[in-house]
C-alpha cells in the first residue's frame, strides 16, 4: 500500500470516495469522449445515490465533466459553471447489477456529436475503476500512462501493430489487458505503460487501420 492510498489526496470536499473520487471518473469520461460535453445523464448508484448530494458527489462529477480538478475550489459551484459554459446535465439515481457502492452511469454526447456510455466506481482515496466502456467490460484505474484503443473488430494483427508501435518508440508495456463485446466484434485495448507517451504517437496509433478511436490518460496530468 502507498502512502497516498492511507493519506488521501489534496482535494476539495468532505470525502475522498465521493468527491475526488467523483471528480477523477468525470475527467476520466471527458478524456475517453475525445471532445468538451455538452450533454450529460448522470446516474448514481447506492452509497452515491443515498448521500451523493450532501457529499457533494453530483457537484463533484459534472466538475471533473468540466475538466475542473479535485483540489479546485470551484468545484462546490460546478452546476453554475456548467450552464455559464453550455454542459447541460440531468441527475438521477439507479440500480446496477453488481456495482461497486460507490458508482455511476454517465451517458455523454459531446460538441461535435461524440457519445460515451461509461460505469465508474470511486475505491476511496481518490482512486477509481472503470468497469464499462460503451458495453464493453473493462477493469482499468488510470492510475498509469494508460492507452486505451478501440477497434472496429477483435481481428488478429490488431495488438501487434499497436505493440510494435509502442515498440519502435520505446515505450515499455506494463500491463496489457483485451476486452471485446463478443467473438470478433468491437474491442478495447487498455495498455498501462512503464512511460510517458508523445501527442505524436498517439495520433499515429489513432490512424492505424482498423482503430476506432485512441485516449491516452497521462499520469501527470488526471
Do not use: W
Not at 460538441?111 to 456510455?117: A, D, I, P, R, T
Amino acid at each position: 500500500m502507498k502512502l497516498f492510498d492511507i493519506i488521501g489526496p489534496v482535494m476539495i470536499g468532505p470525502s475522498s470516495s465521493h468527491t475526488a473520487g467523483a471528480v477523477k471518473i468525470g475527467l476520466v469520461a471527458r478524456k475517453l469522449l475525445g471532445e468538451k460535453p455538452e450533454k450529460a445523464d448522470i446516474k448514481l448508484h447506492g452509497s452515491f445515490a443515498m448521500t451523493g448530494a450532501g457529499h457533494g458527489t453530483d457537484r463533484a462529477i459534472v466538475a471533473g465533466l468540466l475538466g475542473i480538478r479535485p483540489d479546485d475550489e470551484r468545484i462546490p459551484d460546478s452546476f453554475t459553471i456548467a450552464r455559464k459554459e453550455g454542459l447541460s446535465f440531468d441527475i438521477d439515481t439507479t440500480h446496477i447489477p453488481n456495482a461497486h457502492p460507490n458508482s455511476t452511469l454517465l451517458s455523454l454526447e459531446g460538441e461535435h456529436g461524440k457519445k460515451l456510455e461509461i460505469i465508474a466506481s470511486s475505491l476511496g482515496g481518490g482512486r477509481i475503476l472503470v468497469s464499462r466502456i460503451d458495453g464493453i467490460t473493462t477493469n482499468f484505474s488510470g492510475d498509469e500512462n494508460t492507452l486505451i484503443v478501440h477497434t472496429h473488430y477483435d481481428r488478429p494483427g490488431h495488438v501487434a501493430l499497436v505493440t510494435a508501435a509502442l515498440a519502435k518508440h520505446g515505450i515499455n508495456i506494463a500491463t496489457m489487458q483485451l476486452y471485446r463485446r463478443s467473438k470478433g466484434g468491437q474491442a478495447v485495448m487498455v495498455i498501462e505503460c512503464d512511460d510517458p507517451i508523445l501527442p505524436g504517437l498517439v495520433e499515429k496509433l489513432s490512424q492505424m487501420e482498423g482503430i476506432l478511436k485512441v485516449t491516452y490518460l497521462n499520469q501527470e496530468k488526471k
